[in-house]
């Protein structure tokens, strides 16, 4: 995508106790908007179809918290889904690997 690094950051929306992998994505969300960040592009690398805690947290969770925050907008990139290039990748993996 060729980002700049100062451009683009790394968090961790699931977690399971406050010992979980950080930074926690809605409090990177609000270091963003206090740092006058308005618009935010959310890409989850972890799916290769979209889930319902994802779209859901992220999309209307998050995105309220973030415009709370002073920020304006988040788009969350959809996950690749039935998308046909990657149904055809899918089909020609499977036939490599078939026996």
Do not use: H
Not at 34 to 42: A, P, S
Not at 46 to 63: H, M, N, P, Q, R
Not at 70 to 76: E, F, P, R, S
């Amino acid at each position: 995508l060729k980002l700049k690094k100062e451009n683009c950051s790394t968090s961790f929306q699931s977690r399971l106790s406050k010992n979980w992998i950080t930074p926690f994505t809605d409090m990177r969300l609000n270091v963003l908007a206090e740092m006058g960040c308005k618009k935010v592009l959310v890409i989850s690398p972890s799916f290769v179809a979209d889930c319902l805690e994802t779209t859901i947290e992220i999309k209307e969770d998050y995105s309220k918290q973030f415009r709370s925050a002073g920020g304006d907008n988040i788009v969350l990139v959809d996950s690749l889904n039935y998308n046909d290039e990657w149904v055809d990748a899918l089909i020609r993996i499977s036939n490599i690997q078939s026996p």
